[in-house]
């Protein structure tokens, strides 16, 4: 199904400019929240749409299908406002959860710093004891949109270890340093954010004190990955789209580009990449509707294949285009830079490998003895 399908919209036409031009406009995801898309994944309880997760899903696979820089801004809004829902006090959920629902707020998630990355408990950024408030040092580094974003879910250490606290953006000591140029999601583009001695009450950490990682990081990671693994078998489809036009139209030694058999490979493995990361979220999303443990695993597995499919996928759409691939006409050089995007974030390729391999020893190994 496309976006036009589900909200009776398409971003398509405008995401090669907002690409060019690194930004997504915000109007977009205020037209987006008036659809129901930014509070799909809060309960109805909550304020929010209440979607399933299957539903959720298709939803940000035709978001990624279009533009994965609007999945991005898309994903870390639902992990931030996913932590406020399931780890906030009843004051702060009072105080965010419907902006976020309704986009008078956009959430942003800022965890990576230059020096710490996948190993992201080790963050360096302090949050130091200053009465009601903490007072936030640090750097923060690739946050995605940081700009676009009015208030930052950010983890620091205390001294009861890495913590979780809401920044707002328009705070004093809080700048915002854009990093252009970067290989994909261009229109999400990310950020330096530096804090310097920011003041922030304490009533907006969120989750226990020394729980920031294990808890909240980890939680919001999660519905990281699952947004990831439905938009990148967007892109799939987006690079099938593509390719099956192109090879149709092309004509080389007499014949369309796609009655060579070689072409076709391509197109075959593309497709069955699609059904599979498309089974494999589904999977997912069915294990989150019923709240089965399992959930979190499935979710890694369906990230780490559809991210690592689309950047075969892509990489099959630029071939099939030839030159055209590799110029501004054609959208398969975005679909390329983006998909070699998604095997980093939300936890590299190699962190969703030990997760995987960690639970199938668990799993699969036989009982000893048996
Ligand atoms: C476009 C974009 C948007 C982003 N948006 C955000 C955001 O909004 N918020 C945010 O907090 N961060 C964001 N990030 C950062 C992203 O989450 C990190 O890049 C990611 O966690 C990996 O960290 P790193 O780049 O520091 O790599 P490193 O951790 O330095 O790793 C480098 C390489 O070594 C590998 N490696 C590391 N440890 C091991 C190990 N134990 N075994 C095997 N291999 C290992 C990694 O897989 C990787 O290939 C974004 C990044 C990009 C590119």
Redesign the pocket.
């Known amino acids: 199904m496309t976006l036009q399908d589900y909200l009776g919209v398409s971003v398509a036409p405008c995401a090669e400019a907002w690409d060019r031009e690194e930004r997504v406009p915000r109007r977009v995801l205020t037209e987006l929240a008036g659809l129901g898309v930014l509070g799909a994944h809060i309960s109805a309880a909550q304020g929010g749409r209440g979607r399933p997760a299957t539903e959720w899903g298709e939803m940000l696979e035709a978001v990624g299908a279009e533009s994965m820089s609007l999945l991005?801004i898309l994903t870390?809004h639902a992990m931030c406002s996913f932590a406020v829902a399931r780890w906030g006090d009843a004051a702060t959920q009072e105080e965010y959860l419907a902006d976020f629902v309704s986009g008078r707020k956009i959430g942003?998630?800022?965890?990576?710093e230059p020096a710490?990355?996948?190993?992201?408990k080790a963050v360096a950024t302090r949050f130091v004891d200053a009465g009601e408030n903490w007072s936030v040092s640090g750097c923060?580094?690739?946050?995605?949109?940081?700009e676009l974003v009015d208030v930052f879910l950010v983890f620091g250490q205390t001294e009861d270890g890495p913590t979780a606290l809401l920044v707002p953006r328009l705070t004093r000591g809080l700048s915002v340093v854009p990093i252009s140029g970067?290989?994909?999601?261009r229109a999400?583009r990310?950020c330096e954010v530096k804090f310097d001695h920011v003041l922030v009450p304490k009533r907006w950490t969120i989750g226990p004190q020394g729980q920031g990682f294990g808890w909240v990081a980890s939680s919001a990671l999660d519905v990281g990955r699952f947004c990831i693994a439905c938009g990148s078998t967007g892109l799939i489809r987006a690079c099938i789209r593509a390719s099956s036009a192109y090879a149709r139209d092309r004509r080389q030694f007499g014949v369309p580009l796609g009655e060579h058999q070689l072409i076709q490979a391509m197109l075959a493995e593309m497709t069955t990449d699609y059904k599979a990361a498309r089974a494999l979220w589904r999977a997912a999303a069915k294990e989150r509707e019923d709240l089965q443990p399992g959930s979190i695993v499935e979710t890694t597995t369906a990230k780490y294949f559809a991210s690592t499919a689309s950047s075969r996928a892509s990489n099959h759409a630029v071939q099939i285009h030839g030159a055209n691939g590799c110029g501004p006409d054609f959208p398969v050089q975005r679909y390329f830079r983006d998909a070699r995007?998604t095997e980093?974030?939300?936890?590299?390729?190699?962190?969703q490998q030990?997760m995987i391999a960690r639970d199938a020893l668990a799993a699969f190994a036989p009982k000893r003895g048996k």
């Not at 942003?108 to 990576?112: I, K, P, R, Y």
């Not at 710490?116 to 992201?120: E, F, H, L, W, Y």
């Not at 980093?344 to 962190?351: P, V």
């Open positions: 991005s870390v942003g998630f800022a965890l990576t710490v990355g996948s190993d992201a923060k580094k690739w946050i995605s949109a940081a970067s290989l994909g999601f999400a990310t995007v980093i974030i939300e936890g590299s390729n190699q962190m030990l």
